[in-house]
């Protein structure tokens, strides 16, 4: 793909992540089931944007907009949490996600914006929490994508499309993401609440632009584990979905 090099996040184009799906997904049913999942072995509700590698489809980037209703994390004093974030890697290299995190030895129920990214083997991570809280029930942009090729990720924050921030740039590492997830990640030993919903875009083209999940060459899915719902938002992209603990 020949991509331009820019500097800034791209305003999101009218109806780019609400128009009618295309193409085959696979969701996850909505099942009632125990949570079994502990601080250390965390629970997950995914969109997943597998593709197919450079030799055929990548991209430059991953947006989110995210919406959470409400949360309580049993056991948040002792860093229990519950995220509606943004996932992207590639290859094994390594991984970068932003979004909303709730618990984390700040509070039980209020929404925090975070950032967290690795490199190969464990090397080089890096985790931000933001002290002040934003807004449930108001969606909140976030934005990873490397313009330039050189590997360095840009974590960008905004609200509703504006006010963006630059909040952290990581890398010198790989160039592309062939991986995209997002949904909500729960890591406490106790049912925590999370509701949550999405609104997904890929970066990618010449001019670059925002682009629903869904290439020719691999499909969105869902997964969901114990006690985790995630289903896709009636008549929108793959990907574009509500999710929410306990089912």
């Not at 305003?11 to 085959?24: D, I």
């Not at 099942?31 to 629970?43: F, R």
């Not at 464990?122 to 933001?130: A, R, S, V």
């Not at 060459?217 to 584990?225: C, E, L, Q, R």
Request: aromatic fraction near 12%.
């Amino acid at each position: 793909m020949s991509i331009r090099s820019q500097l800034a996040p791209f305003a999101l184009p009218a109806g780019v992540l609400t128009m009618m799906a295309v193409g085959l997904i696979t969701v996850a049913p909505a099942k009632a089931a125990t949570w079994k999942c502990t601080e250390s072995s965390h629970c997950y509700a995914l969109a997943e944007w597998h593709m197919a590698g450079c030799s055929t489809e990548c991209i430059d980037g991953g947006v989110a907009d995210i919406t959470s209703q409400s949360a309580n994390v049993p056991g948040w004093e002792k860093g229990a949490f519950v995220t509606n974030e943004m996932w992207a890697s590639t290859n094994g290299e390594g991984w970068v996600e932003t979004g909303q995190v709730a618990g984390n030895g700040m509070d039980c129920c209020s929404e925090h914006r975070f950032f967290a990214a690795e490199s190969t083997n464990n090397l080089n991570y890096y985790e931000y929490d933001q002290p002040d809280s934003v807004p449930i029930n108001q969606y909140h942009s976030y934005v990873i994508q490397d313009l330039s090729h050189n590997g360095a990720w840009g974590i960008y924050w905004g609200y509703e499309n504006t006010e963006w921030t630059l909040a952290h740039e990581y890398g010198g590492f790989w160039p592309h993401i062939d991986e995209l997830e997002a949904g909500m990640e729960g890591a406490t030993n106790s049912q925590p609440t999370n509701e949550g919903d999405q609104e997904l875009a890929g970066v990618w083209g010449s001019p670059e632009g925002w682009h629903p999940w869904g290439g020719v060459y691999k499909g969105v899915t869902f997964s969901a584990s114990p006690a985790t719902c995630i289903a896709q938002m009636s008549g929108s992209w793959p990907g574009n979905a509500t999710y929410h603990t306990p089912c």
